[in-house]
Nanobody, 123 residues
Framework: QVQLVESGGGLVQAGGSLRLSCAAS????????MGWFRQTPGKEREFVAA????????YYADSVKGRFTISRDKAKNTMYLQMNSLKPEDMAVYYC????????????????WGQGTQVTVSS
């Protein structure tokens, strides 16, 4: 099992930037993809971005395309989410996850999750 720890959340004004990190340990990267999801109270956790660990191919939700960038440092076993031009609607708890099988865009395809990091965007 992979252990995932997110960091980098915080409070930022609308239009600002944050960079989230996800450090992986344990039985690392039998996963092919790693992903970021986010969740707000009363809503389902939603896909934000994913990266193919070996090749670096990236995938984004339409709502963040052009503003967020997912990346990874294979040597550090760490994944990042650079978030620019943040909007109040980006405010959520952000989770990183390790893909198991199936569509990379759905929660059930991931079998390891971090504890989440809060991103708060003030308007």
């Amino acid at each position: 099992q992979v252990q995932l720890v997110e960091s980098g959340g915080g409070l930022v004004q609308a239009g600002g930037s944050l960079r989230l990190s996800c450090a992986a340990s344990g039985r690392t990267f039998s996963s092919d993809f790693m992903g970021w999801f986010r969740q707000t109270p009363g809503k389902e956790r939603e896909f934000v971005a994913a990266i193919l660990w070996s090749g670096g191919n990236t995938y984004y939700a339409d709502s963040v395309k052009g503003r967020f960038t997912i990346s990874r440092d294979k040597a550090k076993n760490t994944m990042y989410l650079q978030m620019n031009s943040l909007k109040p609607e980006d405010m959520a708890v952000y989770y990183c996850a390790a893909h198991n099988s199936g569509s990379i865009f759905v929660i059930r395809s991931y079998n390891s999750w971090g504890q989440g990091t809060q991103v708060t965007v003030s308007s």
